[in-house]
Nanobody
Framework: VQLQASGGGLVQAGGSLRLSCAAPGTITSVFNSFTLGWYRQTPGKQRELVATKTASFSTIYGDAVKGRFTIFRDNSRKAVSLQMNSLMPNDTAVYYC?????????WGQGTLVTVSS
């Protein structure tokens, strides 16, 4: 599974960004079986959960983003996106999309989000 992420950039505090991630070369039925997610990482810190959405569309959000970020899953397009609102400087990180099933996880290449104060 190859995940292609896009949408990062520079935004002022209080602004919004939308990240997208697609797996165009993946068989649809395979893609649909994965839990899709977004994680983020800053230098010197562990990768942190942002949001996940399972194959049955159950959703989990990290405490730091609840109420501000929304994860979307589009199986027909084999894509997952992350709408980020009310961005804050401490949301600055490299964001990674993921596709997980059991002990197997695939990762996108990471996209940098920088929030200026």
């Amino acid at each position: 599974v190859q995940l292609q992420a896009s949408g990062g950039g520079l935004v002022q505090a209080g602004g919004s960004l939308r990240l997208s991630c697609a797996a165009p070369g993946t068989i649809t039925s395979v893609f649909n079986s994965f839990t899709l997610g977004w994680y983020r990482q800053t230098p010197g810190k562990q990768r942190e959960l942002v949001a996940t959405k399972t194959a049955s569309f159950s959703t989990i959000y990290g405490d730091a983003v609840k109420g501000r970020f929304t994860i979307f899953r589009d199986n027909s397009r084999k894509a997952v996106s992350l709408q980020m609102n009310s961005l804050m400087p401490n949301d600055t990180a490299v964001y990674y999309c993921s596709a997980e099933r059991g002990a197997t996880a695939y990762w996108g290449q990471g996209t940098l989000v920088t929030v200026s104060s």
